[in-house]
């Protein structure tokens, strides 16, 4: 959850303009490690440069860092527990990365500079929210924007009124399969207040869920907040922020889920303006999906979420994926260059992938095939038909797989993130050739094809 509440969803029609087809990919597994450590000189270990590598998404070198300048015995630092709580936080490693916040915390005196005292509380206020303590979260993220963090008030109310403990399950069984309906984003059926099915798109993408405010009035979901900010590939709208009573999903129901309350019409998707494509009625953000494991097969039309389990929280990070403010954040090899850093979208639709223009940039020595075209793109808040560049014939390596032949248009993220520079999406075009596990417990995607 952010300053604002990013909803991205990408619609699954692209329009094949201009010769603009899309390629058939070629899938081979590879022995990929999950970080090859590099040899750090004395002088490569300093604050800043962990600060520089956390924000460039280079997680795994970070962590390297840090286990280097723990031996210089630096621990009195305030700024070194606060590099290890963010990225034990990326690790979903929450009691630990709380720890080090508090470690931080006792290191607080007159003389520390105000923006190391906001972005402490910032980060601790989001750590709560992240254990579903808003009652501990609201404090200290309104302290942070007490002192000039950009925190949007809206955000701290939601916290400072929703006085309900979040995503409380209830299930007879620990796993339940659903029918997943797949035409390029995958859907599932969902009841709200006990209500009767309704449509939800299922989108790692998506930073909070979605309720229409259509469905909202009927199932008397109502708002603790209005005014927040959303943002989609329509551009940003207005939504109310409320809590859902009770979500079922096949034989689970998830008590007291936090919803952004969208005007129906950002969620009916609609050509050129006037011809509609599809409408749905919500969106099951990551907020909720990763309070599971949950598996995304493609190919057999099912969705499969498995209750979670108490587990020790594992004392090292063994993951291959990180969690950053609600975004699925993936470690990416572009053209057997390492160091990228993709969202994992499962809203996303209408091409394999898509890369930023930063991302293209770190490319710039590559001899590349790049193309124009008009696509097609649709999302929360509205879309219609743009010209892209288009970088054609690329091989990802993601999971332990090379990808082949693999199209990305260029696209000017709406997801724009202070904590961390992100380069491109991983779509369903790409997903739909795997069945997907997300273990949120061990940090892992694991693909089958």
């Known amino acids: 959850m952010k300053a604002t509440f990013k909803i991205l969803l990408w619609a699954s029609l692209v329009l094949h303009i201009a010769g603009c087809a899309v390629s058939k990919l070629q899938i081979t597994e590879v022995q990929s490690p999950r970080y090859s450590p590099k040899d750090i000189s004395h002088q490569d270990v300093s604050v800043a440069r962990i600060k520089q590598e956390l924000r460039e998404g280079h997680l795994g070198l970070a962590e390297q860092l840090l286990e280097a300048i723990l031996k210089e015995g630096k621990e009195d630092e305030i700024e070194i527990h606060m590099c290890r709580g963010l990225l034990y936080h990326y690790q979903n490693r929450l009691q630990a990365a709380l720890n080090e916040f508090k470690k931080a915390l006792t290191l607080l005196n007159p003389t520390v500079d105000q923006a190391i005292q906001r972005n402490l509380y910032e980060n601790i206020g989001y750590l709560y929210y992240d254990l579903n303590n808003y009652k501990k979260a609201a404090p200290y993220l309104r302290q942070s924007k007490e002192l000039g963090g950009e925190i949007e008030e809206a955000e701290i109310e939601f916290f400072e009124k929703f006085q309900s403990i979040p995503y409380q399950i209830e299930t007879q069984n620990q796993t339940t399969k659903l029918k997943m309906d797949y035409k390029g984003i995958p859907t599932v059926k969902s009841k709200v207040n006990g209500s009767r099915e309704l449509d939800f798109i299922l989108d790692t993408g998506a930073q909070m869920t979605v309720l229409s405010s259509e469905m909202a009035k009927k199932l008397n979901v109502k708002p603790l907040v209005s005014g927040s900010r959303g943002a989609g590939a329509g551009g940003e709208f207005s939504v109310d922020l409320g809590m859902i009573d009770s979500l079922q999903l096949g034989d689970i129901v998830i008590k007291n889920v936090p919803v952004a309350i969208i005007d129906s019409r950002k969620l009916t998707f609609k050509l050129f303006g006037f011809m509609t494509i599809f409408k749905i009625d919500g969106i099951i953000g990551l907020p909720l999906l990763k309070q599971f494991d949950v598996i995304f097969d493609y190919k057999g039309k099912r969705f499969i979420l498995d209750a979670p389990q108490k587990i020790e929280e594992p004392l090292s990070f063994e993951g291959n994926f990180y969690l950053v403010r609600d ?123």
């Open 327 to 449: 975004m699925m954040i993936l470690p990416v090899g572009i053209n057997g260059i390492d160091g990228f850093t993709f969202h994992v979208d499962t809203g996303g639709g209408g091409s394999h992938a898509f890369i930023t223009p930063e991302g293209l940039e770190e490319l710039k020595n590559q001899q590349l095939k790049i193309s124009k075209n008009l696509r097609g793109v649709w999302g929360a808040g509205g879309g219609g038909v743009r010209k892209f560049k288009d970088v054609k014939n690329v091989v990802l390596r993601i999971c332990g797989f090379d990808i082949r032949n693999v199209d990305m248009p260029v696209f000017e993220s709406p997801i724009k993130d202070k904590l961390l520079e992100t380069d491109g999406f991983i779509n369903n075009m790409i997903l739909e050739n795997f069945k997907v596990k997300m273990d949120f417990r061990k940090m892992q995607i694991i693909l089958a094809n």
